[in-house]
């Protein structure tokens, strides 16, 4: 989805929206100076480690977006943001604090991408919104559940726009697969399975992060925690909040239903010493459909050993999709091969309509069939077909175009926080019930954001 803002869609757009338009410095709709100057969106960022770098290449790609500030405790990083964005003739401020970068640039910015570390960001996304500024916040939403569910408040209470960075939810051939393919292809899936599998990688370590002064000021108790945050329940939640939040939501997203339960086993001794968080996780997630009956997703991430490396599978009783982020790793639907199942001039539909690619020949499927007896054991393998929709442009970009389309003209968010707020629900439980040992059952209701508690008397 590009969006390419003139006037006179600004100005179609500006009727739509009206709830929102009086904030932005960008709109004059009123006033008749809508120009070509008075269509950008003026974007500040918070935190430009990798992901933040990751998200400032496709910032800068996007027509209309101009970025203006950086803010970043550490110095290197806010230098390395002013040379990057100057190549693409921006000149931008920095700030070590967030705090004095909304209130020296408060007039000057209309949006802002969080990309801090998981555990600052309620801090930086409510202070953001509460100054008046639509968010966009890096999943996962927070690694503290009760902090993701105050940045919904907040939201709520300001009516600013949150999206959160499930990347996947605006990106073209994974909304191609929800919207079509899952539910027209695959039939009743009775189970799902998703991996992230990386190799074993020793701590980051760099000549020189941060003066101890500057990381103990903003919380870092040292400067292996600050740079390995992610391994450390204080700032993050181990490798299932960090790379399972990814695909959990893929999960509650096919199925259109939250979890019934999560049952989960971790181990924290493939690094010597030990991890903080667990260095591998196996879990299964089943879900409860609204005619009772029950789904599994198998779920498995581990950092001892890259096989397969990352991609989900969805398994209906018709057909299989396999995708992945990067298409080389899963881009394919095969086709199950039954009785009463589709046959080759039903499959030709899916590739009629558009939906997958002819297939060019699957050579590994004839030469399998050949050699295999098939009996009740064995299933013959079937057609893989690729999909159809590519995406070939950053991975980040679909879904910030989607943040600025809402920004500008109301387009409905792929990703506002309550969906996140549902999937930090599932991905934390996974935490909870490896440490018990236990199955975590969820109430429906923990899935909705609660009211703020009350403050404690004095
Ligand atoms: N959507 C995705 O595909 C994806 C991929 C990677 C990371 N992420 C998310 O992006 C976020 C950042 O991850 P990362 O890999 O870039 O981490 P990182 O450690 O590489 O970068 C974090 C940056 O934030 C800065 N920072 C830390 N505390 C700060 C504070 N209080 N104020 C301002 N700056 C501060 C650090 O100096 C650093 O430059 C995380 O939430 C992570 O989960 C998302």
Redesign the pocket.
């Known amino acids: 989805m590009e969006f390419k803002l003139n006037r006179r869609n600004f100005v179609k757009g500006a009727a739509v929206a009206g709830a929102f338009l009086p904030s932005f410095n960008i709109l004059h709709a009123e006033e008749g100076k809508v120009g070509p100057k008075d269509d950008q969106i003026n974007v500040a960022l ?9 998200l400032s290449n496709s910032l800068v790609r996007i027509p209309g977006v101009r970025v203006r500030a950086v ?4 110095k290197f ?1 806010c230098q390395q943001a002013k040379i990057f964005f100057k190549s693409f003739g921006m000149e931008v401020t920095t700030y ?3 705090k004095e970068m909304l209130e020296k640039e408060d007039k000057n910015i209309d949006a802002v991408v969080v ?4 555990w ?2 309620c ?2 996304t409510c202070a953001c919104l509460r100054a008046g500024k639509h968010v966009y916040c ?3 939403m927070s690694n503290r559940l009760e902090l993701a569910a105050e940045m919904c408040r907040v939201q709520k209470e300001t009516g600013k726009l949150l999206q959160i ?3 996947r939810r605006s990106n073209p051939r994974y909304r191609h697969c929800f919207e079509n393919i899952v539910p027209n292809m695959l039939g009743r899936i009775t189970t799902a399975y998703a991996q992230w599998n990386r190799t074993l990688a020793p701590f980051f370590t760099v000549k020189r992060p ?1 003066k101890q002064d500057i990381l103990t000021k ?3 108790e040292n400067a292996e925690q ?2 390995n ?2 391994w450390f329940y204080k700032y ?1 939640g181990g490798s299932m ?2 790379l399972g ?2 695909q959990i939501d893929l999960f509650i997203w096919a199925w259109g239903v939250p979890p019934s339960s999560v049952r989960a086993v971790g181990g924290r001794d493939a690094f010597d010493p030990p991890r903080m968080a667990y260095d591998r996780m196996y879990c299964i997630y089943e879900f409860t459909m609204p005619d009772g009956k029950k789904n599994e997703a198998i779920y498995q991430v581990i950092s001892s050993n890259a096989h397969g490396s990352f991609y989900e599978r969805f398994m209906g009783v018709n057909a299989s999709l396999t995708i992945a982020e990067l298409s080389a790793l899963g881009n394919t639907v095969q086709r199950e091969v039954r009785a009463g199942g589709y046959s080759e001039a039903d499959w030709q539909k899916f590739i009629d309509k558009g939906w997958i690619l002819p297939n060019a020949g699957d050579k590994v499927k004839k030469a399998l069939t050949k050699d295999i007896a098939v009996d009740s054991r064995i299933s013959v393998p079937a057609d893989a077909n690729q999909l159809s929709v590519t995406l070939n442009k950053p ?2 970009m679909p879904h910030l175009e989607n943040f600025f389309a809402a920004c500008r003209h109301g387009a409905k968010l792929n990703c506002p926080c309550e969906l996140a707020y549902e999937s930090a629900v599932a991905v934390l439980a996974a935490n909870v019930s490896a440490d018990s040992g236990n199955v975590y059952r969820f109430k429906p209701e923990e899935f909705k954001v609660p009211p703020r508690p009350a403050a404690p008397k004095a």
């Open positions: 918070i935190g430009y480690g990798a992901e933040g770098r990751v803010c970043d405790i550490w990083q070590e604090d967030y990309a801090t570390p998981d600052m960001h801090e930086h890096e999943k996962e960075g499930h990347q941060p903003y919380g870092y600050f740079l945050w992610r993050g909040v960090d939040s990814h991975a980040h």
